[in-house]
Protein backbone atom coordinates (compact mmCIF):
# COMPACT_ATOMS: atom_id res chain seq x y z
CA UNK A 1 0.00 0.00 0.00
CA UNK A 2 1.47 3.21 -1.10
CA UNK A 3 1.29 6.52 0.94
CA UNK A 4 -0.65 7.65 -2.40
CA UNK A 5 -3.07 5.66 -1.53
CA UNK A 6 -3.35 5.72 2.12
CA UNK A 7 -4.06 9.41 1.94
CA UNK A 8 -6.82 8.64 -0.84
CA UNK A 9 -8.44 6.37 1.80
CA UNK A 10 -7.92 8.92 4.16
CA UNK A 11 -9.38 11.91 2.22
CA UNK A 12 -12.12 9.52 1.55
CA UNK A 13 -13.29 8.82 5.03
CA UNK A 14 -12.74 12.77 5.79
CA UNK A 15 -14.61 13.76 3.34
CA UNK A 16 -17.90 11.28 3.82
CA UNK A 17 -17.61 12.04 7.67
CA UNK A 18 -17.67 15.89 7.56
CA UNK A 19 -20.63 15.16 5.23
CA UNK A 20 -22.78 13.23 7.63
CA UNK A 21 -24.19 11.70 4.21
CA UNK A 22 -23.08 12.42 0.74
CA UNK A 23 -23.60 10.52 -2.67
CA UNK A 24 -21.57 9.66 -4.89
CA UNK A 25 -21.76 12.57 -7.46
CA UNK A 26 -21.20 14.82 -4.55
CA UNK A 27 -18.14 12.73 -3.24
CA UNK A 28 -17.13 12.80 -7.11
CA UNK A 29 -17.37 16.95 -6.89
CA UNK A 30 -15.13 17.45 -3.94
CA UNK A 31 -12.43 14.76 -5.53
CA UNK A 32 -12.30 16.96 -8.54
CA UNK A 33 -11.31 19.73 -6.38
CA UNK A 34 -8.71 17.84 -4.31
CA UNK A 35 -5.46 17.50 -6.18
CA UNK A 36 -5.22 14.05 -5.20
CA UNK A 37 -7.76 13.78 -8.04
CA UNK A 38 -5.13 15.06 -10.54
CA UNK A 39 -8.34 16.47 -12.28
CA UNK A 40 -9.93 13.13 -13.06
CA UNK A 41 -13.16 11.76 -11.89
CA UNK A 42 -13.24 9.16 -9.55
CA UNK A 43 -14.23 5.48 -10.97
CA UNK A 44 -17.13 4.05 -9.32
CA UNK A 45 -14.91 0.88 -8.99
CA UNK A 46 -12.01 2.51 -7.32
CA UNK A 47 -14.58 4.39 -4.77
CA UNK A 48 -15.81 0.42 -3.45
CA UNK A 49 -12.44 -0.49 -3.64
CA UNK A 50 -11.35 1.91 -0.96
CA UNK A 51 -14.56 0.80 1.03
CA UNK A 52 -13.52 -2.48 1.44
CA UNK A 53 -10.17 -1.64 2.47
CA UNK A 54 -10.72 1.42 4.69
CA UNK A 55 -12.76 -1.46 6.56
CA UNK A 56 -10.18 -4.19 6.99
CA UNK A 57 -7.35 -1.54 7.80
CA UNK A 58 -9.24 0.93 9.78
CA UNK A 59 -12.23 -1.10 10.74
CA UNK A 60 -14.68 1.92 9.63
CA UNK A 61 -17.58 0.90 7.82
CA UNK A 62 -19.23 3.02 5.05
CA UNK A 63 -22.83 2.41 4.56
CA UNK A 64 -25.10 3.24 1.66
CA UNK A 65 -28.70 4.07 2.77
CA UNK A 66 -30.41 3.25 -0.87
CA UNK A 67 -33.84 4.88 0.59
CA UNK A 68 -33.66 8.48 -0.58
CA UNK A 69 -31.16 8.94 -3.33
CA UNK A 70 -28.06 6.63 -2.01
CA UNK A 71 -26.58 8.41 0.46
CA UNK A 72 -23.36 7.09 1.50
CA UNK A 73 -22.80 7.58 5.46
CA UNK A 74 -19.76 6.10 7.89
CA UNK A 75 -21.85 3.66 10.70
CA UNK A 76 -21.15 4.01 14.30
CA UNK A 77 -19.72 7.70 13.22
CA UNK A 78 -20.21 8.62 17.09
CA UNK A 79 -18.06 5.90 18.02
CA UNK A 80 -15.31 7.87 16.22
CA UNK A 81 -16.54 11.29 17.87
CA UNK A 82 -15.45 9.41 21.24
CA UNK A 83 -11.82 9.34 20.65
CA UNK A 84 -9.65 6.31 19.94
CA UNK A 85 -7.19 5.03 17.11
CA UNK A 86 -9.58 5.72 14.43
CA UNK A 87 -10.24 9.04 14.97
CA UNK A 88 -6.72 10.22 15.83
CA UNK A 89 -5.84 8.56 12.53
CA UNK A 90 -8.22 10.32 10.93
CA UNK A 91 -7.21 13.60 11.93
CA UNK A 92 -3.93 13.32 11.49
CA UNK A 93 -3.94 12.12 8.33
CA UNK A 94 -7.08 14.31 6.99
CA UNK A 95 -5.30 17.77 8.34
CA UNK A 96 -1.61 16.74 6.85
CA UNK A 97 -3.66 16.29 3.00
CA UNK A 98 -5.35 19.88 4.22
CA UNK A 99 -2.15 21.08 4.32
CA UNK A 100 -0.44 19.72 1.20
CA UNK A 101 -3.64 21.02 -0.43
CA UNK A 102 -3.14 24.47 1.17
CA UNK A 103 0.86 25.14 -0.08
CA UNK A 104 0.14 28.86 1.27
CA UNK A 105 -0.78 28.18 4.64
CA UNK A 106 1.98 25.49 5.23
CA UNK A 107 4.28 27.94 7.06
CA UNK A 108 1.40 29.04 9.07
CA UNK A 109 0.56 25.61 10.64
CA UNK A 110 3.08 24.06 13.02
CA UNK A 111 2.61 20.77 14.62
CA UNK A 112 4.37 17.64 16.36
CA UNK A 113 6.56 15.78 14.20
CA UNK A 114 6.88 11.90 14.68
CA UNK A 115 9.87 10.81 13.35
CA UNK A 116 10.16 7.08 13.36
CA UNK A 117 6.21 6.77 12.01
CA UNK A 118 7.75 7.38 8.43
CA UNK A 119 10.02 4.66 7.61
CA UNK A 120 8.61 1.52 9.94
CA UNK A 121 5.19 2.44 11.00
CA UNK A 122 3.08 1.71 7.36
CA UNK A 123 4.70 -1.97 6.99
CA UNK A 124 3.89 -2.92 10.59
CA UNK A 125 0.64 -1.97 10.33
CA UNK A 126 0.85 -4.24 7.23
CA UNK A 127 2.04 -6.71 8.86
CA UNK A 128 -0.44 -6.81 11.49
CA UNK A 129 -3.20 -6.68 8.71
CA UNK A 130 -1.62 -9.60 7.25
CA UNK A 131 -0.96 -11.91 10.46
CA UNK A 132 2.92 -11.95 9.62
CA UNK A 133 6.26 -11.89 11.70
CA UNK A 134 8.23 -9.09 11.43
CA UNK A 135 11.99 -9.34 11.88
CA UNK A 136 13.46 -6.34 13.70
CA UNK A 137 17.47 -4.74 13.57
CA UNK A 138 16.67 -2.97 16.88
CA UNK A 139 18.93 -1.36 19.61
CA UNK A 140 17.91 -0.21 22.77
CA UNK A 141 19.44 2.83 24.62
CA UNK A 142 20.50 0.38 27.09
CA UNK A 143 22.35 -2.03 24.86
CA UNK A 144 25.77 -0.66 23.14
CA UNK A 145 25.16 -3.04 19.71
CA UNK A 146 22.07 -3.52 17.92
CA UNK A 147 19.75 -7.46 18.07
CA UNK A 148 17.92 -9.18 16.05
CA UNK A 149 14.52 -10.00 17.26
CA UNK A 150 11.56 -11.93 15.42
CA UNK A 151 8.10 -10.20 16.73
CA UNK A 152 4.55 -11.16 16.33
CA UNK A 153 3.12 -7.82 15.96
CA UNK A 154 -0.19 -7.48 18.13
CA UNK A 155 -0.53 -3.77 18.21
CA UNK A 156 1.22 0.08 18.10
CA UNK A 157 1.10 2.95 20.41
CA UNK A 158 2.26 6.52 19.67
CA UNK A 159 3.50 8.27 23.29
CA UNK A 160 5.81 11.50 23.82
CA UNK A 161 6.21 11.50 19.71
CA UNK A 162 7.47 7.92 19.13
CA UNK A 163 5.83 5.06 17.86
CA UNK A 164 6.05 2.04 19.23
CA UNK A 165 5.18 -1.67 18.54
CA UNK A 166 3.99 -4.27 21.01
CA UNK A 167 3.93 -7.62 20.21
CA UNK A 168 5.53 -11.33 21.51
CA UNK A 169 8.66 -11.75 20.60
CA UNK A 170 10.05 -15.22 20.07
CA UNK A 171 13.76 -14.60 21.55
CA UNK A 172 12.40 -13.41 24.63
CA UNK A 173 9.60 -15.46 24.93
CA UNK A 174 7.58 -12.58 26.20
CA UNK A 175 5.81 -9.63 25.32
CA UNK A 176 7.71 -6.97 24.40
CA UNK A 177 7.83 -3.56 23.18
CA UNK A 178 10.31 -1.69 20.21
CA UNK A 179 10.45 1.77 19.64
CA UNK A 180 10.34 2.06 16.11
CA UNK A 181 13.15 5.37 16.00
CA UNK A 182 15.46 2.20 17.60
CA UNK A 183 14.77 0.30 14.63
CA UNK A 184 17.89 -0.27 11.43
CA UNK A 185 16.13 -2.59 9.66
CA UNK A 186 12.58 -4.53 9.63
CA UNK A 187 11.78 -6.83 7.25
CA UNK A 188 8.58 -8.53 6.27
CA UNK A 189 8.45 -12.37 7.01
CA UNK A 190 6.19 -15.01 5.31
CA UNK A 191 5.80 -16.72 8.81
CA UNK A 192 1.84 -16.29 9.68
CA UNK A 193 0.92 -16.06 13.46
CA UNK A 194 -2.68 -16.39 14.99
CA UNK A 195 -3.13 -12.97 16.94
CA UNK A 196 -4.17 -14.03 20.85
CA UNK A 197 -8.12 -13.77 21.17
CA UNK A 198 -7.47 -13.21 24.89
CA UNK A 199 -4.98 -10.10 24.34
CA UNK A 200 -6.63 -6.58 24.65
CA UNK A 201 -4.12 -3.36 23.48
CA UNK A 202 -6.47 -0.91 25.84
CA UNK A 203 -6.52 -3.39 28.02
CA UNK A 204 -2.68 -4.52 28.31
CA UNK A 205 -2.13 -0.43 28.58
CA UNK A 206 -5.15 0.64 30.75
CA UNK A 207 -2.87 0.90 34.25
CA UNK A 208 -0.63 2.38 32.51
CA UNK A 209 0.57 6.16 32.40
CA UNK A 210 2.73 5.51 29.21
CA UNK A 211 4.46 2.73 27.58
CA UNK A 212 5.94 0.95 30.68
CA UNK A 213 3.67 -1.95 31.99
CA UNK A 214 6.14 -2.82 34.43
CA UNK A 215 5.01 -2.82 38.47
CA UNK A 216 1.85 -3.10 40.08
CA UNK A 217 -1.53 -0.58 39.83
CA UNK A 218 -2.29 0.79 43.01
CA UNK A 219 -3.96 3.86 44.07
CA UNK A 220 -1.96 7.29 43.98
CA UNK A 221 -2.38 10.71 45.13
CA UNK A 222 -1.22 14.10 44.24
CA UNK A 223 -1.59 17.11 45.60
CA UNK A 224 -1.80 19.86 42.80
CA UNK A 225 -1.34 23.93 43.30
CA UNK A 226 -2.94 27.08 42.33
CA UNK A 227 -3.92 27.55 38.68
CA UNK A 228 -2.27 24.37 37.63
CA UNK A 229 -5.60 22.39 38.77
CA UNK A 230 -7.43 24.09 35.52
CA UNK A 231 -4.19 22.42 33.20
CA UNK A 232 -4.74 18.95 35.49
CA UNK A 233 -8.79 18.84 35.11
CA UNK A 234 -8.76 19.64 31.32
CA UNK A 235 -6.16 17.46 30.60
CA UNK A 236 -6.26 14.50 32.77
CA UNK A 237 -2.98 12.30 33.69
CA UNK A 238 -4.77 8.90 33.27
CA UNK A 239 -8.65 7.50 32.67
CA UNK A 240 -8.55 7.04 36.22
CA UNK A 241 -8.54 10.91 37.29
CA UNK A 242 -10.35 11.60 40.30
CA UNK A 243 -10.30 14.81 42.23
CA UNK A 244 -11.44 14.07 45.80
CA UNK A 245 -10.73 17.20 47.64
CA UNK A 246 -10.98 21.12 46.50
CA UNK A 247 -9.71 24.28 47.98
CA UNK A 248 -8.78 27.57 47.06
CA UNK A 249 -5.38 26.79 46.94
CA UNK A 250 -5.22 23.22 46.20
CA UNK A 251 -6.40 20.12 44.57
CA UNK A 252 -5.96 16.72 45.81
CA UNK A 253 -6.31 14.32 42.43
CA UNK A 254 -6.17 10.35 42.89
CA UNK A 255 -4.66 7.56 40.16
CA UNK A 256 -5.24 3.93 40.04
CA UNK A 257 -2.36 3.16 37.80
CA UNK A 258 1.57 1.75 38.09
CA UNK A 259 3.52 4.58 39.20
CA UNK A 260 6.07 3.75 36.51
CA UNK A 261 9.60 5.29 35.73
CA UNK A 262 7.25 7.48 32.42
CA UNK A 263 4.93 8.61 35.51
CA UNK A 264 7.42 9.88 37.54
CA UNK A 265 9.21 11.79 34.72
CA UNK A 266 5.81 13.42 33.82
CA UNK A 267 5.53 14.10 37.21
CA UNK A 268 8.60 15.62 37.66
CA UNK A 269 8.59 17.41 34.91
CA UNK A 270 5.62 20.11 36.59
CA UNK A 271 8.02 21.39 39.12
CA UNK A 272 6.93 23.15 41.93
CA UNK A 273 2.91 22.94 40.65
CA UNK A 274 2.47 19.54 42.87
CA UNK A 275 3.11 17.42 45.41
CA UNK A 276 3.05 13.41 45.34
CA UNK A 277 1.54 12.42 48.69
CA UNK A 278 0.64 8.52 48.25
CA UNK A 279 2.04 5.63 48.13
CA UNK A 280 4.93 6.84 50.44
CA UNK A 281 7.40 4.53 48.38
CA UNK A 282 6.46 6.16 45.27
CA UNK A 283 6.76 9.50 46.93
CA UNK A 284 10.37 8.64 48.43
CA UNK A 285 11.18 8.12 45.30
CA UNK A 286 10.27 11.87 43.55
CA UNK A 287 11.93 13.18 46.88
CA UNK A 288 15.45 11.19 46.36
CA UNK A 289 14.98 12.69 42.79
CA UNK A 290 14.97 15.87 43.64
CA UNK A 291 17.64 15.61 46.13
CA UNK A 292 19.43 14.33 43.58
CA UNK A 293 18.56 17.43 40.95
CA UNK A 294 19.59 19.79 43.98
CA UNK A 295 22.90 18.59 44.21
CA UNK A 296 23.47 19.58 40.37
CA UNK A 297 22.67 23.26 41.83
CA UNK A 298 24.77 23.38 44.90
CA UNK A 299 28.20 24.33 42.84
CA UNK A 300 28.90 27.24 41.09
CA UNK A 301 29.40 25.78 37.32
CA UNK A 302 32.52 26.39 35.57
CA UNK A 303 32.93 29.37 33.90
CA UNK A 304 32.64 28.86 30.12
CA UNK A 305 35.48 29.57 27.72
CA UNK A 306 35.23 33.00 25.98
Not at 75 to 82: G, L, R, V, Y
Not at 83 to 94: D, E, M, P, Q
Not at 103 to 131: N, V, W, Y
Amino acid sequence: MTKDLFDKYIWLVDTIYRAGKITFEEINERWLRSQLSDGKDMPLRNFHNWRAAIEQIFDINIECNRRGGYYYYIENAEDMEKGGIRNWLLNTFAVNNLINESHHLKRRILFEEIPSGRQFLTPIIEAMRDSLEIELLHQSYWYDTPGIYTVQPYCVKVFRQRWYVIGFCKERDALRTFSLDRIHRLTTTDTPFTYPKDFNPSAYFADSFGIITAEEAQPVRIKVFGMHCQYVRALPLHHSQREIETTDDYSIFEYHLKPTFDFKQELLSRGCDLEVLAPASFRQEIADELQEMLSYYRNTPPTPPP
